[in-house]
């Protein structure tokens, strides 16, 4: 089976592809990459190299969810299109909306790992403002078309349920990683991960309460050049070794998230063993039951109330650090594979028996 999956290089959607690429070769499926938006790091390119996916094609253009993208959104339609006639894939994965609206004579599954409009519900407590009725339309429209809706957790499933509607069927499968490998004793740091100037990540809050804490923080993700933290050790962008040893070395790690539709990151330090303090939102909720303490996203009295009790409870940390990894070990890339795998057989059955019919109605 061969699958030409979309992907974009800005944010965690590029390390969900590469390890469900790794986690489909054993079952036969053939990834190809089509990747919109920024070219690919050379990190990237060595990450890329080291995975399964068997092509990447790159197509430099804006992405959908940026404002005005749409002349850029209609090349790279023109563009998928091409790519599909060369690939001739057997099921087009999108993890975008619009391009699901396109003739791709194929069956059609679509992830929802984000959107604008529930960034902006969960993040500013309102709508988008004007201008955005645009995306709205198209991703409505884009889903319309696709031949299966897919969502990481239940609680972004609900989202995209209330703000568009989607008529078809609709399936929730986890994200999933495989542990890095990378054992080393804990240090007393707080490790947080991610652009620190995201709203949704809410990173600002741990540089805000770093000088309450009894242990420093360290950030690893890309900075703002005009918005350097006052209190938090950023280290900016990491490769991906460096990023394991950082999780391996970390006693606990932080994410006080407004809005995480999954949590990657989250994933990843709970499989190195970290104890985890999270944002109190329905996802996070969804992913890491009694494994994490949660605090409120707004609430920095209680965002050090809980760091400090970890740092203080000696014997609290690695308990919950073990909840973490056993709860983080249930998301594994086997899982999403084997998940990935049954839904693009469905879709393939589905199609061959909608063929059969049509032929048998003349």
Aim: aromatic content about 6%; glycine content about 8%; charged content about 25%.
């Amino acid at each position: 089976m061969r699958v030409l999956m979309t992907v974009d290089t800005v944010g965690g959607v590029w390390t969900y592809a590469l390890e469900l690429a790794d986690a489909l070769e054993p079952h036969g499926v053939e990834v190809v990459l089509a990747a919109m938006g920024p070219p690919p790091v050379p990190e990237q390119r060595a990450e890329l190299a080291r995975s399964a996916a068997v092509e990447l094609h790159c197509e430099d253009v804006r992405l959908e969810w940026m404002e005005e993208p749409w002349a850029d959104v209609d090349r790279a339609g023109s563009w998928l299109l091409r790519l599909r006639d060369e690939v001739q894939p057997d099921v087009v994965h999108l993890n975008g909306y619009v391009h699901a609206a396109l003739p791709w004579g194929a069956p059609v599954l679509v992830v929802g790992h984000s959107c604008v409009l529930s960034w902006f519900r969960a993040v500013r407590g309102e709508g988008p403002p004007r201008g955005w009725e645009r995306y709205a339309r198209l991703v409505r429209d884009g889903l319309a078309q696709a031949d299966l809706l897919v969502a990481p957790t239940r609680a972004m499933l609900r989202e995209l349920e209330r703000h568009y509607a989607p008529p078809g069927p609709r399936v929730v499968i986890p994200n999933g990683r495989r542990a890095s490998g990378v054992e080393l004793p804990k240090e007393p740091f707080v490790l947080a991960a991610g652009r620190l100037w995201d709203e949704a990540k809410n990173l600002e809050s741990l540089d805000r309460v770093a000088p309450r804490l009894p242990w420093p923080v360290v950030a690893a993700g890309a900075l703002d050049p005009l918005r350097a933290p006052a209190h938090v050790r950023a280290l900016g962008r990491l490769s991906r070794n460096e990023t394991d040893t950082l999780l391996a070395r970390a006693a606990i790690f932080a994410a006080p998230a407004r809005y995480e539709p999954f949590g990657l990151a989250a994933l990843e330090a709970g499989l190195a063993g970290c104890a985890l303090v999270l944002g109190d939102i329905p996802s996070l909720r969804e992913v890491w039951g009694d494994a994490a303490l949660f605090v409120e996203p707004g609430d920095d009295d209680a965002l050090v109330a809980a760091l400090t009790l970890l740092v203080k409870k000696p014997e609290l940390r690695p308990e919950l650090a073990l909840r973490a990894e056993a709860r983080a070990g249930t998301f594994s890339a086997a899982r999403m594979g084997a998940e990935y795998t049954a839904a693009y057989s469905r879709l393939l059955t589905a199609a061959e028996r909608l063929e059969e019919i049509e032929e048998a109605l003349g």
